[in-house]
């Protein structure tokens, strides 16, 4: 018996593939990087700002967004930061460890519509895991797009994530890299200050530019404050929501903002459509 395409797409959304993890690394006492491979060592397919639903069989499933661009072929990985039971067995398993995947869901970044812009970033903690998508496409198709402003802020040093790109980024001079945290420690060099603090010094090319903002809830009200005393325009404005997004098809309504499914028009949101959704800022 044959099965259509499209039932082969739709097994692929609501079963779970078995991946296994190919390596481990922890950056802080909350969060872990995995690399992740897909049985034949296929790439995920994803868009920077997607994310997938990772399963412990017995244990549950939760939606962890994709940090690897898409340019990286093969494995995908994930930064999962330890919040509940499913996060901390997810932990505690080594390389060799095999999980659930299904996905990738929701809208990304139009990184197609972004060519030729200048793309200022800004991610307040672990808002910075699914931004790393969309740095590293942009750094990796770099001819494609204007200037790459990153602006990384945490509650303190210990807090930022993947350290090692931090000074590579640091030391590029393709890149405007600022970073911040709300409290400095004897050994900080770097501003201190909440995220906010980094945007009236700099110098865009408004109409020019794209910004994309992921972080906590309570930030984006500050973060959009800034960026109209900056004069950024509405529709160049880009963020991604947070929500608890449980079966990723819009079924179940665990995401739902009024009429809006965060996992299926989000979790990436062009900032117009989001000023008149109530609750969702």
């Not at 994310?51 to 340019?71: H, K, R, W």
């Not at 602006?151 to 890149?175: C, M, R, T, V």
């Not at 880009?238 to 079924?251: A, I, T």
Request: with cysteine; proline share 6%; glycine share 10%.
């Amino acid at each position: 018996m044959s099965i259509a395409i499209s039932e082969v797409k739709t097994q692929e959304l609501y079963y779970p593939e078995i991946a296994e993890i190919t390596a481990v690394k922890r950056f802080t006492d909350k969060e872990k990087w995995f690399d992740i491979k897909l049985p034949g060592g296929r790439s995920l397919g994803h868009r920077p700002g997607q994310f997938v639903q990772v399963s412990l069989f017995g244990a549950g499933e939760a939606p962890i967004s994709i940090t690897s661009s898409p340019t990286k072929k093969g494995n995908f990985e994930l930064c999962v930061r330890e919040v509940g039971m499913l996060t901390k067995l997810l932990h505690e398993l080594e390389v060799g460890s095999t999980i659930g995947i299904r996905g990738p869901f929701g809208k990304g970044f139009d990184v197609e519509s972004f060519k030729g812009k200048d793309i200022l970033i800004i991610g307040g903690g672990i808002g910075i895991v699914p931004l790393r998508s969309l740095i590293n496409y942009v750094i990796d198709n770099r001819n494609d797009y204007g200037r790459l402003i990153i602006l990384y802020g945490a509650k303190n040093p210990n807090e930022l994530l993947f350290p090692d790109e931090l000074k590579q980024w640091e030391k590029n001079k393709d890149i405007e890299y600022h970073v911040t945290v709300d409290q400095g420690t004897p050994e900080w060099k770097g501003n201190t200050g909440v995220i906010t603090t980094l945007i009236p010094g700099l110098d865009l090319d408004l109409p020019n530019t794209i910004t994309a903002v992921v972080g906590p809830p309570i930030m984006y009200k500050f973060v959009l404050m800034s960026l109209k005393t900056k004069r950024i325009p509405d529709e160049n404005i880009y963020l991604s929501l947070e929500r608890r997004m449980k079966c990723g098809v819009g079924k179940c309504g665990h995401c739902q903002i009024n009429h809006s499914y965060v996992c299926q028009d989000g979790p990436v949101y062009h900032y117009p459509e989001l000023k008149n959704l109530q609750e969702a800022i």
